[in-house]
């Protein structure tokens, strides 16, 4: 097998380059192709000096994760670094594109950096549940201080190349298009500086309060989290340090780390979404339908959100309208949007300006007959959808495809409303649209392929999570959000309060709970409308006009600032429905409500996977990560279930009498796991 690592002269400098597409990763023949070369320079009287560098499109954007779980083969990448550092001649690191975990630690370990402008540095191991395990905490503060190490590793967020530079993380930048020739030259002019700065001898200082502060400062990010905090800690135990003992303490850290169920939860994530890009039975070479104009009909919260998606990647929107108030109103609320985004700094004016420019409002229906891709995004009404399509059919040019945002309804009926089924499936966006990573693709009976494949290839480009999803009630999401909400609701006329069945979902994780989600989404939504007929709690509530935050009560009573607190009025009125029905109460445990209300998604799951609506367990996992918020540390429902294991789920299912799916239980029985 040919070495992905190649050495080469140029004078006395030796160059080391690596070429390991995509990301240059620094797999055991990577590692081992280093270390040669370094000890050819070693060897090599003649050699003046070493420049590391990447060929392709990034320097080494990371390990390879997938030999965690594999025996280690040496070089580790702890020792290849310290045998970077002990190099005897300088050793210069060239970096363009991403300098990532270990990475950016092989760039710690040489003596000099010089980088393209637009390079990116960073330790993002705290998104895999783990700490940089060969050397980044100990000489990131050394090199570029205590506070900045402390964001890049406990944050995992990268930095740019100027703000490295800035830090001393870098030392020179080098043009765009003459990097290699740059980091030589370099090269050549430190050759004969002695003393070698090495990394490991410098000390690491600062101000105690300073660790206390970004504990309290990030502690909502941090919340439930392990390894920022173990980051963190350890960082504040080994600034001043020697380093041969702080990078004992690291190696402890990530092997402690590494070993436990977030980090294994984390990981799987990481995969997961990779794999869900993946379709069964569609070949990866599949030509794709050409999508160079889209049509968004309504102009409401979801469907001016969608539009912002293809705006801000280039691609232009004929957004439709029935009305010109509306229009206006749905077109003024994307401005707004963009201009809110650039005041943040993460746009320029330029940038609004260009993506509004994209932007084609109409109220005339026809005008969406130049769409290659035309996504309906009404309310949630068969009959309005249906009409609608039966227009499409009419107006939308051949193999143009045609889309629903619905979230709940059967794709198969509203591609029944055209004469061409196999262009329409749903593509069900998460709100608001335009932040939310998720992306649902549901999958008609008679979806062609490659309509299925272009609507999946399009998601990438509009930087969303993509998961194809069949067709039944609710897809994925939602179908497993139903009896979460149903046996919390239960649980009100049993005993409990929505404020003890949300704590239990916060404690577990969640950003909120069912009752704050509906008061959040809209206590009214789906509501017949009649405040004379009152045939539960949630009709009581909607009836006194108690519509969640948006009225300023709900489930529970806000202050102006939206801060909830528990309500004494949603108090009568769920004793009055006790009353009412006469249900038999009891004390309902913290345990009794992770059983009845995440058990039980478990189980609805269970039943989606033995049906063929999703395509693999982890599909689910990452529906439930980036569309409702589900703890990444626990790694979606189906993980989390196998973590729990599957005997005890389904025995916390028979306690209270749940129907257990037959998926399920033969896992369960058979000692298997859904991942």
């Not at 990010?221 to 980051?231: H, L, S, Y």
């Not at 232009?316 to 809110?340: F, H």
């Not at 589900?630 to 599957?646: C, H, N, Q």
Request: proline share 5%; with cysteine.
């Amino acid at each position: 097998m040919t070495s992905p690592i190649t050495t080469s002269r140029q004078g006395d400098v030796l160059i080391i380059t690596s070429d390991n597409p995509p990301v240059n990763a620094l797999g055991a023949a990577v590692r081992l192709g280093i270390q040669a070369g370094i000890r050819e320079a070693a060897a090599d009287d003649s050699v003046k000096a070493v420049v590391i560098h990447c060929a392709g499109r990034t320097f080494f954007a990371g390990a390879d994760i997938t030999e965690f779980t594999k025996p280690p083969v040496d070089p580790l990448l702890p020792a290849l670094v310290d045998e970077i550092e002990a190099s005897e001649k300088p050793v210069i690191a060239a970096i363009h594109g991403t300098a990532l975990g270990g990475g950016c630690e092989v760039a710690l370990a040489s003596h000099y950096r010089i980088a393209v402008p637009s390079a990116k540095f960073g330790l993002p191991e705290v998104k895999l549940g783990i700490l940089p395990g060969a050397g980044g905490t100990q000489r990131l503060p050394r090199v570029a201080g205590v506070e900045l190490a402390l964001e890049m590793a406990a944050k995992g967020d990268p930095i740019s190349a100027s703000k490295a530079k800035d830090a001393g993380l870098v030392d020179r930048l080098a043009g765009e298009d003459s990097l290699l020739a740059d980091a030589v030259a370099f090269a050549n002019e430190v050759a004969a500086t002695r003393p070698l700065p090495r990394a490991s001898e410098k000390t690491a200082t600062a101000d105690p309060a300073l660790f206390e502060t970004f504990r309290k400062t990030n502690a909502k990010r941090f919340r439930g989290f392990e390894a920022p905090a173990d980051i963190v800690d350890l960082i504040e135990k080994t600034t001043g340090m020697d380093y041969a003992e702080g990078v004992k303490l690291e190696r402890n850290g990530f092997m402690k780390l590494v070993m436990g169920v977030q980090s294994a939860a984390q990981r799987h994530i990481f995969f997961a979404e990779r794999k869900a890009s993946k379709i069964d039975g569609i070949a990866d070479d599949i030509a794709l339908r050409d999508v160079k104009r889209v049509g968004v009909i309504g102009a409401g919260t979801m469907g001016g959100g969608i539009s912002m998606n293809f705006l801000s990647a280039g691609i232009p929107v004929t957004i439709v309208e029935m009305a010109q108030e509306a229009l206006d109103r749905g077109t003024g609320t994307i401005r707004k949007n963009y201009e809110a985004t650039a005041a943040k700094g993460r746009m320029t004016a330029q940038q609004v300006e260009g993506a509004m420019g994209l932007l084609k409002p109409t109220l005339n229906f026809d005008d969406l007959g130049e769409c290659d891709l035309i996504i309906e995004a009404v309310y949630e009404n068969m009959d309005v959808k249906k009409e609608i399509f039966g227009r499409l059919d009419k107006i939308a040019k051949p193999g143009a495809i045609l889309a629903s945002n619905t979230s709940y309804l059967d794709v198969n009926e509203i591609a029944a409303a055209t004469s061409r089924p196999q262009d329409v499936l749903g593509m069900h966006f998460f709100s608001p649209a335009n932040v939310m990573k998720l992306l649902e693709i549901v999958r008609g009976d008679k979806t062609a392929d490659d309509v299925l494949a272009t609507a999946m290839a399009i998601s990438k480009k509009i930087k969303k999570v993509a998961v194809v999803a069949g067709v039944c009630y609710g897809f994925i999401g939602n179908r497993m959000l139903i009896p979460r909400q149903m046996e919390a609701m239960k649980m009100l006329h049993e005993g409990a309060t929505p404020e003890q069945i949300d704590k239990v979902h916060v404690a577990f994780g969640m950003p909120m709970g069912p009752f704050q989600m509906s008061d959040l989404a809209g206590v009214d939504i789906g509501w017949h409308r009649d405040p004379t007929r009152i045939e539960n709690i949630r009709d009581a509530l909607a009836a006194e006009g108690r519509w969640g935050q948006k009225t300023g009560k709900g489930f529970y009573d806000y202050d102006e600032k939206r801060n909830p607190s528990p309500s004494p009025r949603v108090a009568e009125i769920i004793a009055d429905f006790r009353e009412k029905t006469g249900t038999p109460q009891h004390e309902i445990t913290d345990e009794e409500i992770v059983e009845r209300t995440l058990y039980t998604m478990v189980n609805e799951g269970a039943l989606i996977l033995a049906e063929g609506k999703a395509q693999r367990a982890s599909d689910i996992d990452v529906v439930w990560i980036y569309g409702y918020g589900w703890p990444v540390y626990r790694g979606g429902p189906m993980f989390w279930a196998d973590t729990e294991g599957l005997k005890k789920i389904v025995a916390g299912l028979e306690k209270h009498g749940f129907e257990v799916a037959p998926l399920l239980r033969e896992k369960a029985e058979k000692g298997e796991r859904f991942n």
